[in-house]
């Protein structure tokens, strides 16, 4: 961390040597579904946890503001994947996957769920994610313990675009890499299962007709330890791709974990911080070219800078992470010519390290087994431009002033594709905005200020014209976070740490079709507060007037309106709210993106 020298030690452990309490996007919303009343619906013979998503007042449980998956009505069909499965070991468990008998499809809807929990005692924040067929399906950490409760939790995940990968048997492989012993003795325990909602009359199956693994290997996410490093894979594609998209996680681990908290590296050493800068992206390639770029979404963990901050509100998506969806449409003519094509991942300016995997998606003609295209114009680099601002004073430990790191990002990818239903051109732009600034006011090895202020923001234009028509979409990203830090240690390592964060993500999408214009909206807030009593600069012993909210808002044009608040007080749930939705502020959000 870059704050005095003394804490840095303690913070690589003080998650661990802590009594902590609990640890606990396109949202596209058809107007014939409804959402659940519960977050934790149960399959036949599964028990779901003894609380909804939004928790119970005066609970000190994981609690969330997050909305429930929308389900279509009707009953749905089941498929276990694993039940009563315990994590106690540095391993991948494996299970098998079969589709749900008597019931053949096809489904409106396919639902992943996941009740967690871990048992009381001392545990890291783990990663933990679930594959079928090396396809990763749920990604995400899981809560830390404290001695006196084992916090439980519910996920769940639309996967409906993976209707292809479960029409046959498969392998399924849970990775939650635990360790337990006598000193870390939280035992991790899940039950994950699939629902299947058969599809009515009227239904017309909108889900890809491939769905491949990236990198397609054992073992759950990969990592990627530096800059240089990347993760690969090679497929032949039919003959006939019209469209593709890759899902895209990049989760950071160890150095880079607060990465947003990192300095330039000729500064780096004196203020006691990471390396590298603090902009990671995530950049794709197709046989060598520049295909996408996936920003980084500044996940943090429920022991991440203060675990008291997250009792009993974890941080935005930290429980369930959601990919970012990268377009390489442009490329379905190149990806249909029979050749292998090599598609390969990175993060750029990784500094040990981050872990990554993904999804692709491809859609086929139905009307053609061959098809040709090309891309016609690709103007994206392999790396973002930075730009670097540097006004500190005084040497270490004592320094005082600001940094700025920003970057600025405008490519376009255009490419056509003829199909049985004529030319289809695609011309993709996008814009990719970065800015992080850092104030520093280190006064000695016991005493500091960090305030961080960072923003991602992409803005993505798609162009899609056909023969009869043409259609656009305009998506919108933003993902603002506020981090502020403040320790005072006497000179034996006593004292206290400060510490105030507004972590944000913001997506908004429009659709203009020939049958109309549509727009979706989603906006998801946590803004804790705690202040971390610490010992000898290495234990922590308490903590005081720790606060929390969450808001999730969604909202879409056919009239589909989720808005629910979650406080925190003292570490319980304090308060449970729904409130309409501000359609006026959700309107403006998606009508902003006409025009871009």
């Known amino acids: 961390m870059n704050l005095p020298s003394k804490l840095v030690t303690f913070f690589a452990a003080a998650a661990l040597l802590a009594p902590s309490p609990t640890f606990a996007m396109r949202p596209v919303l058809p107007n014939d579904l409804t959402f659940a009343t519960s977050r934790t619906p149960s399959a036949p013979g599964v028990r779901a946890p003894d609380h909804t998503g939004a928790g119970a007042v005066g609970s000190a449980n994981e609690a969330t503001a997050d909305p429930p998956v929308p389900r279509p009505n009707g009953t749905p069909c089941t498929a276990m994947l694993f039940r009563n499965a315990t994590f106690a070991a540095y391993a991948a468990q494996t299970f098998s996957y079969a589709p749900p008998a008597g019931c053949p499809g096809p489904f409106e809807k396919i639902v992943f769920n996941g009740n967690f929990s871990v048992s009381a005692g001392i545990q890291y924040d783990r990663t933990a994610s679930v594959e079928v067929g090396n396809v990763p399906i749920y990604f995400g950490t899981t809560a830390e313990p404290s001695p006196a409760l084992g916090p439980s939790w519910h996920v769940e995940r639309d996967v409906t675009d993976d209707a292809a990968l479960f029409a046959t048997p498969q392998s399924v492989e849970a990775d939650i890499f635990n360790i337990v012993n006598s000193t870390y003795t939280g035992v991790i325990s899940g039950t994950a299962y699939l629902q299947f909602y058969p599809a009515g009359r009227s239904y017309q199956s909108q889900a890809p007709d491939l769905v491949l693994p990236f990198p397609g290997v054992a073992g759950g996410p990969q990592h990627l330890n530096t800059g240089s490093s990347t993760l690969s894979a090679t497929y032949v594609f039919p003959t006939n791709v019209e469209r593709a998209f890759?899902?895209?996680?990049?989760?950071?681990?160890?150095?880079?974990?607060?990465?947003?908290?990192?300095?330039?590296?000729?500064?780096?050493?004196?203020?006691?911080?990471?390396?590298?800068?603090?902009?990671?992206?995530?950049?794709?390639?197709?046989?060598?070219?520049?295909?996408?770029?996936?920003?980084?979404?500044?996940?943090?963990?429920?022991?991440?800078?203060?675990?008291?901050?997250?009792?009993?509100?974890?941080?935005?998506?930290?429980?369930?992470?959601?990919?970012?969806?990268?377009?390489?449409?442009?490329?379905?003519?190149?990806?249909?010519?029979?050749?292998?094509?090599?598609?390969?991942?990175?993060?750029?300016?990784?500094?040990?390290?981050?872990?990554?995997?993904?999804?692709?998606?491809?859609?086929?003609?139905?009307?053609?087994?061959?098809?040709?295209?090309?891309?016609?114009?690709?103007?994206?680099?392999?790396?973002?431009?930075?730009?670097?601002?540097?006004?500190?004073?005084?040497?270490?430990?004592?320094?005082?002033?600001?940094?700025?790191?920003?970057?600025?990002?405008?490519?376009?990818?255009?490419?056509?594709?003829?199909?049985?239903?004529?030319?289809?051109?695609?011309?993709?732009?996008?814009?990719?905005d970065f800015a992080n600034e850092q104030a520093y006011s280190n006064e000695s090895d016991f005493t500091g200020t960090l305030v961080t202020n960072q923003v991602t923001t992409d803005e993505t234009h798609v162009v899609t014209i056909g023969p009869k028509h043409t259609e656009t979409h305009d998506n919108l990203v933003s993902f603002p976070l506020s981090v502020s830090l403040a320790v005072v240690l006497d000179d034996t390592g006593t004292g206290t740490q400060v510490a105030t964060i507004d972590q944000h993500f913001v997506e908004a999408n429009l659709f203009e079709e020939p049958t109309g214009i549509f727009g979706n909206y989603a906006s998801n807030e946590v803004t804790p507060t705690d202040t971390l009593d610490i010992l000898d600069g290495e234990y922590i012993t308490g903590n005081t007037n720790q606060s929390s909210k969450q808001t999730y808002e969604l909202f879409n044009s056919l009239g589909r309106c989720y808005s629910q608040t979650v406080t925190a007080a003292n570490n319980l749930v304090s308060g449970v709210s729904n409130a309409p939705c501000d359609r006026g502020a959700a309107m403006r959000a998606i009508s902003g993106l006409r025009g871009r």
């Open 246 to 432: 890759l899902d895209v996680y990049a989760q950071s681990q160890q150095t880079d974990e607060q990465y947003f908290l990192c300095a330039p590296n000729n500064v780096a050493p004196e203020l006691f911080a990471c390396g590298n800068g603090p902009l990671r992206e995530t950049q794709i390639a197709i046989d060598g070219i520049p295909a996408g770029v996936a920003p980084v979404y500044p996940w943090i963990f429920t022991g991440g800078l203060d675990p008291y901050l997250w009792v009993p509100i974890p941080g935005v998506q930290t429980l369930e992470f959601e990919p970012y969806r990268v377009d390489l449409t442009p490329f379905a003519g190149v990806l249909s010519n029979g050749n292998a094509h090599t598609i390969t991942l990175s993060v750029d300016n990784a500094d040990n390290y981050f872990q990554g995997f993904a999804t692709l998606y491809a859609y086929q003609d139905h009307g053609n087994k061959t098809v040709t295209g090309a891309v016609t114009r690709d103007t994206l680099k392999a790396h973002a431009p930075e730009t670097f601002v540097e006004n500190l004073t005084g040497s270490s430990p004592s320094v005082v002033g600001t940094l700025r790191v920003t970057s600025q990002r405008l490519y376009e990818i255009d490419g056509y594709v003829n199909t049985s239903h004529g030319r289809v051109v695609t011309q993709l732009e996008s814009l990719l």
